[in-house]
């Protein structure tokens, strides 16, 4: 049996267009993972990716810890399900499993054993003289994923297997999937745009908008936690409802005002204040308020609202009601029948149980379990300091990733609740920290913890049945490669490539009030009234002061301005990767003269695959010169 290993995958195709950005994850040995979200979110390209059937633009692909990127598809040892059941018509049910087998030269009576036990275990044996015309759509499925384990492989792909099939059999089939899983007791991979086969089929889901990772966990963890406003309202139907609000505090109350009106208000529960105000959340600004129909009931009191619509549903009941302020229905999900009917004045109450919070500019989720949690730092030397107690101290593989931007100014450490460790290992360092309340979750409970010297509390999980003192200074302990240093941009100083020091070997020269530096190996760089002497120089290109110019037209001006002047603070460049981010991209380049890679930093409305080769402008402040001898 195999894991999987993704590392920071990327597919770029031709004219830049991104279809999946920045895939950094692990998939288990035998678990059962689900790739979900809207059509044109990366998952199926992904899954391709994995089967060998597209290129992988840049990244490593690890199956069973081995490097299999430019492995051919057909000796990666994983079997693929396609949506479409891509049966040989002219062949029969046994013969179309078995196919695979016999062009691999398999000796007959093998194949007959293995076509036969798959057939028991998808129940199909009765079928295995009929023709693909004479099959249900179900049936057709089955033999589609019988030929995919008679080759017993080790990954198992599986491309929306059941979108083909009406809504019964789908139910059907999901649960025939999720035994076989069982019974295979190998790793499934599985595409989806359903939410509901999503949650129902997978041990981990990984949520996909615009080709990025939006949130990857458990079931239970996305619905109860999700991270940003796209999971909440992806997953759970009806719906999540989401309503502006702001606001207020009352000593260490906090509660909502939805839509501007006063009386439309819920009160947080006490843990929630408490991060609230902990993370000195701003009262004065607009937010998105979070919640689920099955989380709103009809009372005797509350918030006045008119129904305007119920559907009975039999062993549930959807209401729609409006409130005072919003435009849209706030929709309610019931369990039971209720009496209401349209036009019915009633009240509506809001379990702050299960309310949420988002950023309305970054539609970050802003209570519960963050995301990333973001502590203040600084990054000196080979430490990073975190608040008045803890020194963790980096290794050199450590360091050589960190951009020069990331030293010696305020950052923020950022690291993902669900990285937190409570036993030390080699690849770890300590943090102490002092838990001050928890909150429960289905399938474990949300710490938050104060670190001495840092307002935001540190949040992490911890198994039900593992007893966490509060009050009590505990140590956790942070996986040194899940650690990025960020600044308040959330773009990343941390480089999953090594950053080199952008250097190279240059002369100097004057002549007429003109400096030219000569790059050994490069190009020239021409300045007026420089204040340096001639000689040999070490020349540094710092990454973050040098500008990009990718306006085709401001280049071509460029050249023809430097053909005749023959002078100017220009260099040229050609890239093979980058890391998008927030505001920025990291890019990697190649420059004459400089032995190794150059990095270096620009907006991210530049991408290195729309423009490979550009021009940059090295002013003065973005170059260090140092005498040699």
């Known amino acids: 049996m195999a894991g999987l290993k993704l590392k920071h995958i990327y597919k770029v195709y031709q004219g830049g267009v991104r279809a999946v950005n920045d895939f950094d994850l692990e ?11 809207p059509s044109g979110c990366g998952k199926s390209t992904t899954l391709r990716m994995i089967a060998g059937l597209e290129s992988i633009t840049s990244g490593q692909l690890y199956i069973d810890n081995v490097l299999v990127n430019d492995v051919e598809s057909k000796n990666r040892d994983i079997a693929m399900v396609f949506q479409s059941y891509a049966l040989y018509p002219h062949m029969s049910v046994y013969q179309n499993m078995g196919f695979s087998l016999k062009i691999q030269h ?8 293995k076509v036969l036990k798959a057939a028991e275990i998808l129940e199909i044996s009765d079928l295995l003289d009929r023709k693909p015309k004479e099959l249900s759509g179900g049936q057709r499925q089955r033999v589609a994923l019988g030929r995919a384990i008679v080759r017993e492989p080790n990954v198992f792909l ?37 939410q509901t086969e999503a949650m129902t089929m997978g041990d981990m889901i990984v949520v996909m908008n615009k080709g990025f990772i ?23 139907s009806p719906q999540m409802n989401i309503l502006e609000c702001q606001l207020v505090q009352e000593k260490n109350k906090i509660g909502a005002v939805l839509c501007g009106v006063k009386d439309n208000i819920v009160w947080f529960k006490d843990e929630t204040a408490k991060q609230i105000i902990n993370s000195k959340i701003a009262l004065d600004k607009t937010y998105l308020f979070g919640v689920r129909p099955d989380h709103i009931s009809l009372d005797e009191k509350g918030i006045k609202a008119t129904v305007e619509a119920v559907e009975q549903l039999g062993d549930e009941t959807i209401t729609y009601v409006k409130i005072e302020g919003f435009p849209k229905n ?6 039971l029948m209720n009496k209401v009917k349209v036009k019915d004045e009633v009240f509506i109450n809001i379990s702050n149980e299960r309310v949420y919070l988002f950023d309305k500019e970054s539609e970050h989720s802003l209570i519960g379990m963050p995301s990333y949690n973001k502590i203040p730092c600084m990054v000196s030397g080979k430490q990073i300091k975190v608040g008045s107690k803890n020194v963790i101290d980096l290794d050199d593989e450590y360091i050589s990733h960190l951009l020069n931007s990331a030293f010696d100014v305020d950052r923020m450490l950022a690291i993902k609740p669900e990285y937190i460790e409570f036993e030390k290992t080699e690849a770890n360092v300590e943090l102490k920290v002092k838990p001050v309340f928890t909150d429960e979750r289905t399938n474990y409970n949300i710490v938050y913890a104060s670190i001495e010297g840092v307002d935001p509390y540190l949040v992490f999980r911890a198994a039900k049945d ?42 100097v020269s004057k002549k007429d ?28 290109l710092k990454q973050d002061k040098a500008e990009v110019i990718f306006n085709r037209k401001t280049a071509k001006g460029i050249e023809d301005a430097l053909k005749h002047a023959k002078k100017g603070e220009f260099l040229s460049v050609s890239c093979y990767d980058e890391e998008p981010q927030h505001k920025m991209n990291t890019i990697f380049a190649k420059i004459k003269g400089f032995d190794e890679y150059v990095t270096l930093t620009t907006k991210n409305n530049f991408s290195v695959y729309k423009m490979p080769k550009f021009k940059i402008k090295v002013p003065v402040d973005a170059l260090e010169l140092t005498k040699i001898g």
């Open 27 to 37: 998939f288990k040995d035998k678990s059962f993972v689900v790739l979900v979200g």
């Open 106 to 113: 398999e000796k007959s009576d093998v194949i007959k054993e």
């Open 158 to 194: 599986l491309d929306e297997p059941l979108s083909n099939l009406d809504a019964k059999l789908r139910v059907q089939m999901r649960t025939e999937i999720t035994k076989l899983h069982d019974k295979l007791q190998t790793t499934f991979v599985y595409v989806t745009h359903d």
């Open 214 to 236: 939006q949130q990857a966990d458990a079931p239970v963890t996305l619905f109860e936690d999700p991270a940003n406003l796209f999971v909440a309202t992806f997953l759970g």
């Open 330 to 335: 706030v929709v309610i999900k019931t369990p």
């Open 466 to 507: 593992r007893d966490i003192a509060l009050n009590k200074e505990m140590s956790v302990y942070l996986p040194l490669d899940h650690i990025l240093i960020n600044d308040e941009n959330d773009d990343s100083h941390y480089s999953r490539e090594v950053v080199y020091p952008n250097v190279a070997e240059a002369h």
């Open 513 to 540: 009030k003109l400096t030219t530096i000569a790059i050994k190996g490069g190009e020239k760089l021409v300045y007026e009234n420089l204040d340096v002497e001639e000689g040999d120089y070490q020349f540094v």
